[in-house]
């Protein structure tokens, strides 16, 4: 079912949106590169549209992006800790003269959604099972990273919510608002304005940062990659990492099958995920940030591999459990 959603197109202010921002792909930045946690850059990618990218794009350091149309706006996901989301407020207003009207969060982790409560005016729009999620998980994530300065955050889950697809209306923008089915979780959107061919893929697809799904489908990760790359977008925002084209599809892809191969592999041969991973070369998906993520992904595939259902129920504790193991401590968090 697609609904729809029209922004007002009344005027709130009078003087024009500034176009400060060069139109420019943030280039890539990587851990331990001469500052690699360097400060968060909002680029222009196309008229009007904007990417919001926080180096290095690994845990907790996501992307968003705002969508402006004369004195309208829309904003995708928001940032994990207080300060963060602060900042991210401070650059959307530098481009729009008005605070964003529609905030769409692209599923429920905390990266994506705990900065909500930093912009009050806007109507937050998400996938129905983003709202049931982040209102039943709450600050979970915060516990995983105890040193991390989260802030006072404050737990806004969507107030307007779809199933299938909604289309949203930002002054002379369109924007299609879809559930492409179970991913990275089991509540993904995807933004895409078919205007100016550009996608937010929110964690679906990240650009030289390990995919993660235990919590969604290898197979639904897979089905979802088909459907947004027949979309045959120019501009691709990841959820993290800098922003691509349409080859990141095929990245992406690469390292899904080869999950599933190992999984096949795994249990064919009775060997448990965190073993099989102690004996994988990931080749170049190795140098992509997070490679420990290749447990829990794991744990997934063989789940699949079994015929449990995609998205059926893990215990992500024991999952990060395991992930730790594998890792000899904690990962690193630098939000």
């Known amino acids: 079912m697609r609904q729809t959603y029209d922004l007002q197109k009344e005027s709130l202010m009078s003087h024009p949106v500034p176009s400060a921002v060069p139109r420019s792909i943030p280039a890539p930045v990587r851990r331990g590169d001469p500052g690699f946690l360097g400060r968060p850059e909002m680029a222009e990618v196309a008229d009007g549209v904007f990417a919001y990218v926080q180096p290095d794009g690994g845990w907790c350091l996501n992307n968003a992006g705002l969508i402006v149309s004369g004195h309208r706006a829309a904003l995708v996901d928001t940032a994990a800790t207080e300060a963060r989301a602060r900042a991210l407020r401070t650059a959307v207003l530098s481009l729009t003269p008005t605070v964003p009207q ?19 005016e806007a109507l937050v729009v998400g996938h129905e099972r983003t709202r049931a999620e982040v209102t039943a998980t709450g600050l979970h994530l915060t516990g995983l990273w105890p040193d991390v300065e989260w802030g006072a955050l404050e737990i806004v889950p969507p107030a307007l919510t779809f199933r299938d697809r ?10 299609e608002i879809m559930h492409l089915g179970i991913a990275h979780t089991t509540n993904d959107s995807v933004i895409w304005l078919p205007e100016e061919r550009v996608l937010f893929t929110g964690d679906v697809v990240m650009n030289g940062v390990t995919p993660f799904c235990p919590m969604g489908s290898v197979a639904g990760s897979l089905d979802a990659l088909a459907a947004m790359r027949a979309l045959r977008p120019e501009i691709v925002v990841p959820g993290h990492g800098p922003v691509g084209r349409a080859d990141l599809f095929d990245e992406t892809e690469g390292y899904l099958r080869l999950l599933r191969s190992l999984a096949r592999q795994g249990v064919a041969e009775g060997i448990d995920p965190v073993s099989l991973a102690r004996q994988t070369d990931l080749g170049p998906y190795g140098r992509w940030l997070d490679a420990e993520r290749l447990v829990p992904n794991l744990f997934r595939a063989y789940a699949e591999e079994q015929g449990e259902a995609r998205g059926s129920h893990v215990d992500m504790g024991e999952m990060f459990r395991r992930m730790v193991e594998y890792h000899g401590g904690v990962p690193t968090c630098h939000a």
């Open 166 to 175: 909604l289309t949203l209306h930002i002054g002379d923008k369109v924007a």
């Open 102 to 120: 529609v905030l769409i969060n692209s599923h429920s982790h905390g990266d994506h959604t705990f900065g909500n409560f930093v912009f009050p």
